[in-house]
């Protein structure tokens, strides 16, 4: 069966602004997990701490790039990860991105969310044309909440950026949730 792809990965046309890979960064298929990155980190399982991430020198406040905070680092006031920092970019090339927080609030708001099992969750589209297209987010099935990167900076403290968070085994119904940069989540690409 043919299907939907872009610079060698498998997307799905939900019928929303972007379309979303079938897999995580780093898997090969839908129920595999993949790779986690610090935000803005290229470099698989390199975070955990402030000493490990790529945009400071030790310490959450000397940040070196994506600051709107002089109190945090140095101020570029860039809010959204550039393709060299992004990691759906680097790995994937093309076309693919990490999602913005907006993106990742389309997808909530126009998909029937599914839980197929724990940590398996199946987002079916409510678009009319698209109600036969769906993805499946997968993390692993021990924690009790799991963060998707997007490429979205927190504006009101450059130390964090925000995440789609699946708390249990649903999404949570706060898409704006924030979590500090270094700390390592999965990606979901998507492309134009």
């Known amino acids: 069966q043919w299907k939907d792809m872009t610079n060698g990965h498998e997307y799905v046309d939900l019928g929303l602004s972007v379309k979303w890979a079938t897999c995580n960064i780093g898997a ?3 129920e595999e ?10 470099i698989p399982n390199r975070g955990g701490s402030w000493d490990t991430y790529v945009h400071c020198y030790d310490a959450a406040n000397n940040l ?3 600051c709107t905070d002089s109190t945090l680092g140095v101020v570029d006031n860039k809010t959204t990860l550039e393709p060299m920092d992004d990691a759906a970019h680097i790995h994937w090339g093309g076309n693919w991105r990490m999602p913005t927080s907006s993106e990742f ?3 909530y708001n126009n998909c029937d969310v ?14 009319a044309g698209y109600t036969d297209k769906s993805i499946i987010l997968c993390v692993p099935q021990m924690a009790t ?3 998707f990167w997007t490429s979205s900076l927190n504006t009101n403290n450059s130390s964090y ?3 789609f968070r ?17 700390y390592v989540n999965y990606i979901r690409p998507v492309c134009p």
């Open 64 to 66: 070196t790039k994506y």
């Open 105 to 107: 609030r389309e997808l």
């Open 114 to 127: 599914k839980m197929l099992s724990k940590g398996k969750l199946k987002f079916v589209s409510r678009k």
């Open 145 to 147: 909440c799991y963060d």
């Open 33 to 42: 997990i993949g790779d986690e990155f610090a935000w803005g980190d290229i």
């Open 161 to 163: 950026a925000r995440v």
């Open 166 to 182: 699946m708390t249990g085994n649903s999404p949570s119904t706060n898409l704006d949730m924030v979590i500090e940069r270094y």
């Open 28 to 30: 090969t298929k839908p």
